[in-house]
């Protein structure tokens, strides 16, 4: 897809949360379509400590490694920590979000924050997955 002029998009703010492991094609074509809602794309990356007390592990790619990918997209404006699910609310305020964009595997999960900005959920790109990757790699010989 090619890339509007962020001149020519809408002056939106648009913020989106990930953890962005193992770094794929799902990864940028969700924040290529989130990045086009708007004119400034505001990434909050899950630290190691967040995906840790989620998931009990940690991710294969360090927060510092995973927040340089993302900084390093050129349709991403900035990227932040996110510490913790539950300050979202925080999150958007703090970034003064016009739009919150996830994937529709998050459908339904964020529509509490409708009241201070639009929440958009993008399909997500099929059969690629950080999971899906990582048992690829472990089967090979
Ligand atoms: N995604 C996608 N297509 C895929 C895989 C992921 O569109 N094949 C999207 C997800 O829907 C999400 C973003 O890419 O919007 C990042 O995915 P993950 O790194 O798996 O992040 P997730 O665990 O969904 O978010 O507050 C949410 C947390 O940060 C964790």
């Known amino acids: 897809m090619s890339q509007t ?3 020519n998009r809408p002056a939106k ?9 193992v770094f794929h094609v799902g990864h940028v074509l969700l924040l290529e379509r989130a990045a086009a809602l708007g004119n400034h794309l505001i990434v909050g990356v899950s630290t190691d ?20 990918i ?15 699910l539950e300050l979202k609310r925080e999150y958007l305020q703090q970034h003064r979000a016009d739009i919150l964009v ?14 201070i900005c639009e929440v958009v959920y ?17 089967s090979r010989p």
């Open 102 to 115: 996830m994937g529709d595997d998050w459908a339904g999960k964020f529509d509490e924050f409708k009241d």
């Open 49 to 68: 400590a967040l995906n840790f007390s989620k998931k009990q592990r940690y991710p294969v790619y360090s927060e510092r490694d995973r927040m340089k």
């Open 13 to 21: 703010r648009v913020v989106t949360f990930g953890t962005y492991d």
């Open 5 to 7: 002029a962020a001149s």
């Open 122 to 138: 993008l399909a997500r790109t099929p059969s690629i997955s950080t999971t899906e990757i990582i048992e690829v790699v472990k």
């Open 70 to 84: 993302i900084s390093s997209l050129q349709f991403v404006n900035e990227v932040f920590a996110e510490h913790s």
